[in-house]
């Protein structure tokens, strides 16, 4: 895709983000269904599994208040996962950065003040050095795509999950909606997803429009992984 090209799509990506979720905001105020969950219990339930990735770095001490986890949340709207992990006992071991391309969920979030850091910026066009955090999640991050065709989403979601992945020592998890994928071209896409990590877990149980998907930057890492299967209760 030429440079044109891309810079084109990332406008359009970019007015679908802003006008979707700044309506939302507008509509509902700062709870789960500006950022187009239907419940805070929904929104909940995806935010275990997204951090069933790294938990158990947390429960046995991998990570502390001392030597924090540093996680990279991509999409962090109106900052309700930074929430979470406050509620859930979590946060006081991570240093999290999240990065939000809607100026007004940003704002939101950090009207939250929940002492972590927020940051109205696209992720597309940002720099990083060579792996700065430990883990990074895209929670619904690409959810909404109405200027773009099947096929431009599922370039621009594959572009932005490696570069995700590139800025991770450990590990991403993702959560994509079903939707982006019609039936035949669904396992295509993931499939593609080797290209990037050749350790990968699947989650497509899931109740609602999303499948979980887990990246690895190695196979000690998935050792973690499927100790958190077994204790889902953050």
Request: net charge negative; with cysteine; charged share 20%.
């Amino acid at each position: 895709m030429s440079t044109d090209n891309n810079s084109g799509l990332h406008q359009r990506y970019l007015q679908d983000q802003t006008s979707h979720y700044s309506s939302r905001l507008a509509e509902f105020g700062s709870i789960a269904q500006a950022d187009s969950w239907t419940s805070k219990e929904m929104s909940t339930f995806y935010y275990k599994k997204a951090t069933a990735m790294f938990k158990d770095y947390i429960n046995y001490n991998v990570f502390n208040s001392e030597n924090k986890l540093k996680l990279l949340d991509i999409g962090s709207g109106n900052g309700f996962y930074a929430e979470y992990l406050k509620e859930s006992k979590l946060l006081e071991s991570i240093n999290y950065t999240g990065i939000e391309i809607n100026p007004k969920s940003c704002e939101a979030a950090q009207a939250k003040n929940l002492a972590v850091n927020f940051i109205n910026d696209d992720f597309a066009q940002m720099k990083f050095g060579f792996k700065p955090f430990h883990f990074g999640t895209m929670i619904g991050t690409f959810a909404i795509f109405d200027s773009l065709s099947s096929s431009e989403a599922q370039a621009y979601i594959f572009t932005n999950i490696q570069k995700a992945f590139n800025c991770c020592e450990y590990g991403l998890a993702l959560l994509i909606s079903k939707f982006l994928l019609d039936d035949g071209s669904i396992q295509k896409f993931f499939s593609s997803l080797t290209q990037i990590s050749s350790n990968i877990n699947f989650d497509t149980s899931l109740f609602g429009n999303y499948i979980a998907v887990y990246l690895y930057q190695n196979r000690h890492s998935t050792e973690f992984y499927n100790l958190s299967k077994n204790n889902m209760g953050v």
